[in-house]
Nanobody
Framework: QVQLVESGGGLVQPGGSLRLSCAAS????????IAWFRQAPGKEREGVSCISRSGDFTYYADSVKGRFAISRDNAKNTVYLQMNSLKPEDTGVYYC???????????????????????WGQGTQVTISS
């Protein structure tokens, strides 16, 4: 079973940037597709971006398209989420999750039940405020 640990969150002003990392242990990361979710206070957890095992396929929610970039380095067992032009509505706890299924990245981000993911990280807080 893979274990995931997120890092890189923090407090930044609107328009700023952050780079989140999702580090895996206990298993090689290239066996899993990876999703980034976020959860704002009082709201449901939503899929932000997903990446396939090889990194060839990616998906972005409309709210972050053009501002966020997901990537992975399987040699380092790490997936990244580069977040630029951050807005107050990007505030929330960001989680990464591992999927061992054969879903498309869009389906993984949009419709897969949270319980279907093989593993979740503990989350990292991102706060966008002036």
């Amino acid at each position: 079973q893979v274990q995931l640990v997120e890092s890189g969150g923090g407090l930044v002003q609107p328009g700023g940037s952050l780079r989140l990392s999702c580090a895996a242990s206990g298993s090689t990361l290239d066996y899993y597709a990876i999703a980034w979710f976020r959860q704002a206070p009082g709201k449901e957890r939503e899929g932000v971006s997903c990446i396939s095992r090889s990194g060839d396929f990616t998906y972005y929610a409309d709210s972050v398209k053009g501002r966020f970039a997901i990537s992975r380095d399987n040699a380092k067992n790490t997936v990244y989420l580069q977040m630029n032009s951050l807005k107050p509505e990007d505030t929330g706890v960001y989680y990464c999750a591992a999927d061992s299924g054969l879903r498309s990245v869009s389906r993984m981000c949009m419709t897969t039940p949270l319980s279907a993911f093989a593993s979740w990280g503990q989350g990292t807080q991102v706060t966008i405020s002036s």
